[in-house]
Protein backbone atom coordinates (compact mmCIF):
# COMPACT_ATOMS: atom_id res chain seq x y z
CA UNK A 1 0.00 0.00 0.00
CA UNK A 2 3.19 2.49 1.04
CA UNK A 3 4.21 1.86 -2.94
CA UNK A 4 0.60 3.08 -4.25
CA UNK A 5 0.43 5.84 -1.60
CA UNK A 6 3.99 7.36 -3.31
CA UNK A 7 3.18 6.82 -6.26
CA UNK A 8 0.13 9.13 -6.15
CA UNK A 9 1.82 11.77 -4.38
CA UNK A 10 4.55 11.41 -6.76
CA UNK A 11 1.80 12.17 -9.63
CA UNK A 12 -0.22 14.94 -7.35
CA UNK A 13 3.37 16.85 -6.85
CA UNK A 14 4.18 16.42 -10.38
CA UNK A 15 0.66 17.70 -11.58
CA UNK A 16 1.36 20.66 -9.13
CA UNK A 17 4.82 21.34 -11.15
CA UNK A 18 2.70 22.87 -14.15
CA UNK A 19 1.77 25.66 -14.93
CA UNK A 20 -0.96 26.93 -17.31
CA UNK A 21 0.25 30.57 -17.64
CA UNK A 22 3.48 28.49 -19.29
CA UNK A 23 1.65 27.85 -23.15
CA UNK A 24 3.40 24.52 -23.73
CA UNK A 25 1.39 23.27 -20.47
CA UNK A 26 -1.51 24.95 -21.33
CA UNK A 27 -1.76 23.34 -24.85
CA UNK A 28 0.05 19.85 -23.40
CA UNK A 29 -3.05 19.84 -21.10
CA UNK A 30 -5.30 20.46 -23.50
CA UNK A 31 -6.46 23.93 -21.92
CA UNK A 32 -6.76 22.40 -18.50
CA UNK A 33 -9.27 19.57 -19.40
CA UNK A 34 -6.30 16.90 -18.97
CA UNK A 35 -6.48 18.72 -14.63
CA UNK A 36 -9.60 16.22 -14.57
CA UNK A 37 -9.07 14.57 -11.28
CA UNK A 38 -11.21 11.88 -13.21
CA UNK A 39 -9.89 10.27 -16.09
CA UNK A 40 -8.53 12.83 -17.65
CA UNK A 41 -8.04 11.43 -20.93
CA UNK A 42 -11.63 11.46 -21.56
CA UNK A 43 -12.08 14.66 -20.69
CA UNK A 44 -9.52 15.57 -23.00
CA UNK A 45 -11.08 13.81 -25.95
CA UNK A 46 -13.98 15.27 -25.20
CA UNK A 47 -12.20 19.08 -24.60
CA UNK A 48 -10.99 18.07 -28.62
CA UNK A 49 -14.68 17.88 -29.93
CA UNK A 50 -15.30 22.46 -29.96
CA UNK A 51 -11.77 22.71 -31.33
CA UNK A 52 -12.42 19.72 -33.95
CA UNK A 53 -15.64 21.43 -34.87
CA UNK A 54 -13.84 24.56 -35.88
CA UNK A 55 -10.79 22.51 -37.93
CA UNK A 56 -14.22 21.36 -39.81
CA UNK A 57 -14.60 24.37 -41.37
CA UNK A 58 -11.05 24.36 -43.39
CA UNK A 59 -10.85 22.73 -46.63
CA UNK A 60 -9.52 18.95 -46.35
CA UNK A 61 -5.91 19.98 -47.02
CA UNK A 62 -5.75 22.60 -44.47
CA UNK A 63 -7.11 20.58 -41.84
CA UNK A 64 -4.69 17.63 -42.88
CA UNK A 65 -1.62 20.37 -42.22
CA UNK A 66 -3.25 21.71 -38.99
CA UNK A 67 -3.23 17.82 -38.03
CA UNK A 68 0.74 17.57 -38.89
CA UNK A 69 1.57 20.70 -37.51
CA UNK A 70 -0.19 19.48 -34.16
CA UNK A 71 1.85 16.27 -34.25
CA UNK A 72 5.11 18.28 -34.77
CA UNK A 73 4.29 20.99 -31.91
CA UNK A 74 3.03 18.35 -29.46
CA UNK A 75 6.19 15.92 -30.00
CA UNK A 76 7.78 19.10 -28.38
CA UNK A 77 5.12 20.36 -26.26
CA UNK A 78 4.46 17.14 -24.45
CA UNK A 79 8.25 16.33 -24.06
CA UNK A 80 8.68 19.57 -22.44
CA UNK A 81 5.57 19.20 -20.47
CA UNK A 82 6.26 15.97 -19.14
CA UNK A 83 9.83 17.02 -18.31
CA UNK A 84 9.16 20.29 -16.24
CA UNK A 85 6.85 17.50 -14.59
CA UNK A 86 8.85 14.94 -13.96
CA UNK A 87 7.06 12.48 -15.10
CA UNK A 88 6.75 10.73 -18.32
CA UNK A 89 3.40 10.46 -20.03
CA UNK A 90 1.80 12.09 -16.79
CA UNK A 91 -2.41 11.71 -17.12
CA UNK A 92 -2.65 15.57 -17.12
CA UNK A 93 -1.10 15.83 -20.54
CA UNK A 94 -4.07 15.14 -23.28
CA UNK A 95 -2.38 16.81 -26.60
CA UNK A 96 -1.91 13.51 -27.90
CA UNK A 97 -6.22 12.98 -27.21
CA UNK A 98 -7.07 15.91 -28.73
CA UNK A 99 -4.58 14.90 -32.02
CA UNK A 100 -5.83 11.81 -32.02
CA UNK A 101 -9.79 12.83 -32.09
CA UNK A 102 -9.01 14.93 -34.61
CA UNK A 103 -7.90 12.17 -36.41
CA UNK A 104 -10.33 9.93 -36.23
CA UNK A 105 -12.93 12.76 -36.76
CA UNK A 106 -11.47 13.40 -40.31
CA UNK A 107 -13.31 9.84 -41.56
CA UNK A 108 -16.99 10.62 -39.98
CA UNK A 109 -18.96 10.56 -42.77
CA UNK A 110 -21.07 13.48 -42.02
CA UNK A 111 -21.02 15.77 -39.25
CA UNK A 112 -23.95 14.76 -36.98
CA UNK A 113 -23.68 14.22 -33.33
CA UNK A 114 -24.29 10.43 -33.86
CA UNK A 115 -20.96 10.18 -36.08
CA UNK A 116 -19.29 11.97 -33.48
CA UNK A 117 -19.99 10.12 -30.40
CA UNK A 118 -19.10 7.03 -32.69
CA UNK A 119 -16.06 8.75 -33.32
CA UNK A 120 -15.11 9.38 -29.52
CA UNK A 121 -16.82 5.88 -28.26
CA UNK A 122 -14.18 3.94 -31.02
CA UNK A 123 -10.92 6.67 -30.18
CA UNK A 124 -11.72 5.98 -26.19
CA UNK A 125 -12.06 2.47 -26.60
CA UNK A 126 -8.52 1.87 -28.33
CA UNK A 127 -6.82 4.46 -26.75
CA UNK A 128 -7.82 2.69 -23.23
CA UNK A 129 -7.45 -1.07 -24.43
CA UNK A 130 -4.51 -0.08 -26.05
CA UNK A 131 -4.77 -3.45 -28.83
CA UNK A 132 -2.05 -4.31 -31.18
CA UNK A 133 -0.63 -2.57 -32.74
CA UNK A 134 -1.07 0.94 -30.05
CA UNK A 135 0.47 -1.19 -27.48
CA UNK A 136 3.52 -1.82 -29.02
CA UNK A 137 3.97 1.83 -30.00
CA UNK A 138 3.08 2.85 -26.43
CA UNK A 139 5.98 0.84 -24.89
CA UNK A 140 8.87 1.12 -27.27
CA UNK A 141 8.59 4.52 -28.44
CA UNK A 142 10.18 7.10 -25.85
CA UNK A 143 10.15 10.90 -25.13
CA UNK A 144 7.68 13.39 -26.85
CA UNK A 145 7.13 10.96 -29.90
CA UNK A 146 6.32 8.36 -27.45
CA UNK A 147 3.63 10.17 -25.69
CA UNK A 148 2.20 11.17 -29.28
CA UNK A 149 2.52 8.09 -31.17
CA UNK A 150 0.00 5.64 -29.53
CA UNK A 151 -2.85 8.20 -29.69
CA UNK A 152 -2.10 8.88 -34.08
CA UNK A 153 -2.16 5.12 -34.05
CA UNK A 154 -5.01 4.94 -32.23
CA UNK A 155 -6.71 7.82 -34.08
CA UNK A 156 -5.67 6.09 -37.67
CA UNK A 157 -7.26 2.79 -36.40
CA UNK A 158 -10.69 4.79 -35.16
CA UNK A 159 -10.55 6.71 -38.48
CA UNK A 160 -10.49 3.46 -40.48
CA UNK A 161 -13.14 1.72 -38.29
CA UNK A 162 -15.69 4.75 -38.54
CA UNK A 163 -15.01 5.25 -42.28
CA UNK A 164 -15.60 1.90 -42.99
CA UNK A 165 -18.99 1.78 -41.11
CA UNK A 166 -20.09 4.47 -42.38
CA UNK A 167 -19.56 4.08 -46.11
CA UNK A 168 -20.35 -0.18 -45.81
CA UNK A 169 -22.67 -0.24 -43.27
CA UNK A 170 -24.21 3.11 -42.67
CA UNK A 171 -25.92 3.60 -38.75
CA UNK A 172 -27.02 6.91 -38.93
CA UNK A 173 -28.58 8.25 -42.44
Known sequence: MTTLANDREAKRAAKQRLRLSNPWHLLATGFGSGLSPW??????????????????????????????????????????????????????????????????????PDEQWQWVLAGFVVFRILDIFKPWPIRWFDRNVHSGMGIMIDDIVAGIISAGIIYWIGHHWPLFS
Do not use: N, R
Open 39 to 108: MPGTAGSLAAIPVWYLLSFLPWQLYSLTIMLSICIGVYLCHQTAKDMGVHDHGSIVWDEFVGMWITLMAI
